[in-house]
């Protein structure tokens, strides 16, 4: 990735620091495919007794989660603190009823890339929407891997490289800076999963529109959940008039229907921490490989 197209860490933590009190009102999709991952839960059998919301925003997964594995435990981890303190207030709703043996929904404030957790402590990660944020999405999946138990599962979604595409070709001839975040394709995601040490992942896309009436619209919703530009070769000024004139009139010939389209590529994932190998005495099975 060329350093223009890299986050900067330091802006996405202020601008979803932000968004907080805004999010769950415009996250209309975020919470669609929060709901669609919970669904494919049902295909899975697993008991985890903890679980990592890995990117948790205003905790949008914590009552499924909790909902659908009764004995476990979430652990809520944002970058911003703002979105972790929203995903905390979410336990008043069921305290005391089913706290008796102690706290189900911890928050924490922290970096996917570099999990502040113990190795092994959970027996499922989950990540809704959230790994596109990372520089270097390769180590977010390590950091995953490094905090799953064996046998524990990783289930994530994440966008695809056709997300917001009529966005990026209206700005691309407006001038030399980046505008668009760029996204990793399902095939590079599966690949990292394998070199992270995962076994049987299995990868999968759908295209979701949403449409608006104009492009002031679009860059409001996207503001509004914290997602506007943060690459390091965004423009050092907020965007003149006659600009954003230029790309509204670029963005005009994809209108279909009196509507605007804006294209997400939703990647979504899973993969299992597959346990240590073993041998007839039950020693660990050590490969050896030449160099």
């Not at 989660?65 to 995903?87: K, S």
């Not at 799953?148 to 209206?170: I, Q, Y």
Request: glycine fraction near 6%; include cysteine; aromatic fraction near 8%.
């Amino acid at each position: 990735m060329s350093d223009a197209l890299a986050v900067d860490k330091r802006m996405v933590r202020r601008s979803f620091e932000q968004a907080a009190a805004t999010y769950d009102a415009a996250a209309v999709l975020q919470n669609e495919v929060c709901r669609r991952m919970l669904a494919r839960l049902d295909y899975i059998k697993l008991e985890p007794a903890t679980i990592l919301d890995a990117g948790s925003g205003t905790g949008n997964a914590v009552a499924g989660l909790l909902a659908r594995y009764p004995r476990a435990r979430v652990i809520a981890l944002d970058l911003a603190l703002a979105m972790a303190r929203r995903a905390r207030a979410r336990r008043a709703w069921w305290r005391g009823v089913f706290e008796r043996s102690g706290p189900r929904l911890a928050a924490v404030c922290g970096d996917i890339e570099q999990l502040p957790l113990a190795p092994a402590c959970a027996g499922m990660v989950w990540s809704n929407l959230a790994i596109q944020w990372s520089n270097e999405p390769q180590r977010t999946f390590a950091e995953m891997n490094r905090v799953l138990m064996p046998g524990g599962l990783l289930l994530f979604s994440t966008f695809g490289p056709d997300t917001l595409k009529e966005l990026r070709a209206a700005f691309e001839s407006v001038d030399r800076h980046t505008h668009v975040h760029r996204f990793t394709d399902m095939h590079d995601v599966g690949d990292m999963l394998v070199a992270c040490g995962f076994a049987d992942p299995v990868m999968d896309m759908e295209v979701v529109t949403l449409t608006y009436a104009d492009v002031r619209e679009l860059m409001r919703d996207l503001k509004a959940i914290g997602a506007h530009n943060m690459t390091r070769g965004r423009p050092s000024a907020l965007a003149g008039k006659s600009l954003f004139a230029q790309v509204a009139r670029n963005y005009e010939p994809a209108r279909r229907e009196g509507r605007l389209p804006a294209t997400f590529e939703v990647i979504y994932g899973h993969a299992w921490k597959p346990a240590p190998r073993v041998g007839p005495t039950g020693r660990p099975v050590i490969d050896i490989k030449p160099r």
